[in-house]
């Protein structure tokens, strides 16, 4: 069954540090997606990045990159110089062929506090 | 500016009542969703639809059920609602070759009393 485990339930951090969530996924596919998704106070969820199996490739968007590991089963994200506006709950997610690329499954979520 | 939208921020209901919790999408979206999210659960899926009159259980679908009489709108039933059923409530709506990539909703925090 396909599962994804956040171990970090709450990080706090002084503005413009660096911070990093985790994430861990299971899965039997050998074809499958993973997500991540933010959760601000206003409480609406937004798509923040997606990443298939054959794509090792980390990716950087300003100040956010993401490093994927098949070998770990990780899928890790790691915020630079961290501004208020980044505290949020943030969500890794999966989605398999075997079941339904459209059925994503979200992890329990990792709640960052940036301090100013 | 495109949106889902569901039809109540917040509810209150007594045990045993039907609730109905709408949601709209205005983008012409084939997928929408309807999730419950609890604190240390994350999001949990309860039904999907890929299609009008179509579908399909989710991990949680046991004591709701769903309507999708029109493309836009997706509607989430709860027949007898009963306390553990007090949470927050998300649609979401996707675009088939957008894979995972879903819009959601502000939420639908119902208390069932």
């Known amino acids: 069954a396909q599962k994804v485990t956040q171990a970090q339930t709450e990080i706090s951090v002084v503005e413009k540090e660096d911070v990093t969530l985790d994430c861990v996924y299971e899965t039997r596919d050998t074809t499958y997606y993973l997500f991540w998704y933010k959760q601000p106070p206003s409480g609406e969820l937004v798509f923040l990045i997606r990443?298939?199996?054959?794509?090792?490739q980390n990716e950087i968007s300003g100040r956010y990159s993401w490093n994927f590991q098949k070998s770990t089963s990780s899928f890790n994200f790691t915020i630079t110089a961290s501004q208020v506006v980044d505290s949020a709950v943030y969500f890794c997610?999966?989605?398999?062929?075997?079941?339904?690329?459209?059925?994503?499954?979200f992890g329990p979520g990792t709640s960052l506090s940036v301090i100013p | 500016d495109v949106k889902v939208t569901q039809s109540s921020r917040y509810l209150v209901k007594r045990t045993g009542e039907k609730v109905f919790l709408e949601c709209v999408q205005d983008m012409d979206h084939e997928n929408m969703f309807w999730y419950r999210q609890d604190p240390g659960l994350g999001l949990r899926l309860i039904y999907f639809?890929?299609?009008?009159?179509?579908?399909e259980k989710g991990d949680i679908p046991e004591g709701y059920s769903v309507s999708r009489e029109k493309k836009e709108r997706f509607s989430l039933i709860l027949e007898s609602a009963s306390t553990n059923q007090t949470s927050m409530y998300l649609c979401?709506?996707?675009?088939?070759?957008?894979?995972?990539?879903?819009?959601f909703g502000e939420g639908s925090r119902l208390t069932v009393l």
């Open positions: 997610a999966l989605s398999e062929a075997e079941t339904s690329y459209d059925k994503v499954i």
């Open positions: 639809s890929y299609d009008v009159k179509m579908k």
């Open positions: 990443r298939n199996s054959f794509d090792e």
């Open positions: 979401a709506s996707s675009h088939p070759l957008s894979t995972g990539e879903l819009f």
